[in-house]
T-cell receptor, first 117, second 114 residues
């Protein structure tokens, strides 16, 4: 079955430290990939997305993600974390070949990020 | 633009009661959807609509009804609430045209069923 896996349920980092959140998918072809952030009590905000081309994608708030086909991964990174980055992060995929009109997002279970001042 | 709005923000129901969660968007988006978020489960799709008059089921549709009479509104109805429906509900919208268009989420409705 197709799935999205975020192996880490909770990660704690110190402010200023680097961050990498893992995401793996189990689709046969290259899916369309997204990362969302959810601050406490808020809705989801899109950080970045990957469709094709350059495998290193730049997003908002200094986030980037790298698509690695050989590892079926799309890990989210940030060189220096700020206290305001504390949130829950969700990886989501759309299987390649999905219709443009009715494609569905499948979400991972999320990784909660805590930031120590 | 207000974006995607949801009402109420919080609701407590008794088992068996019915209610409607409201969702509206002012971006003229064709595609709208409802998700529920439960701890450790991520977001799961309940129902979605690709335009006025067209709805379809998602991953977890049981116990929920939807309709789409206008482009702007996409209400979610619980006909007989159950404790298993305690969750946070998110409405989302996007344009239909391009694959991968950004999906915009509302702030959520927290529902507690006793």
């Amino acid at each position: 079955a197709q799935s999205v896996t975020q192996p880490d349920i909770h990660i704690t980092v110190s402010e200023g430290a680097s961050l990498e959140l893992r995401c793996n998918y189990s689709y046969g072809a290259t899916p369309y990939l997204f990362w969302y952030a959810q601050s406490p009590g808020q809705g989801l905000q899109l950080l970045l997305k990957y469709f094709s081309g350059d495998t290193l994608v730049q997003g908002i708030k200094g986030f980037e993600a790298e698509f690695k086909r050989s590892q079926s991964s799309f890990n989210l990174r940030k060189p220096s974390v700020h206290w305001s980055d504390a949130a829950e992060y969700f990886c989501a995929v759309v299987p390649e070949g999905s219709g443009a009109g009715s494609y569905q997002l499948t979400f991972g279970k999320g990784t909660k990020l805590s930031v120590i001042p | 633009n207000a974006g995607v709005t949801q009402t109420p923000k919080f609701q407590v129901l008794k088992t068996g009661q019915s209610m409607t969660l409201q969702c509206a968007q002012d971006m003229n988006h064709e595609y709208m959807s409802w998700y529920r978020q439960d701890p450790g489960m991520g977001l799961r799709l309940i129902h979605y609509s690709v335009g006025a008059g067209i709805t379809d089921q998602g991953e977890v549709p049981n116990g929920y009804n939807v309709s789409r009479s206008t482009t702007e509104d996409f209400p979610l109805r619980l006909l007989s609430a159950a404790p298993s429906q305690t969750s946070v509900y998110f409405c989302a919208s996007r344009t239909r045209g391009l694959l991968g268009e950004t999906q915009y989420f509302g702030p959520g409705t927290r529902l507690l069923v006793l």
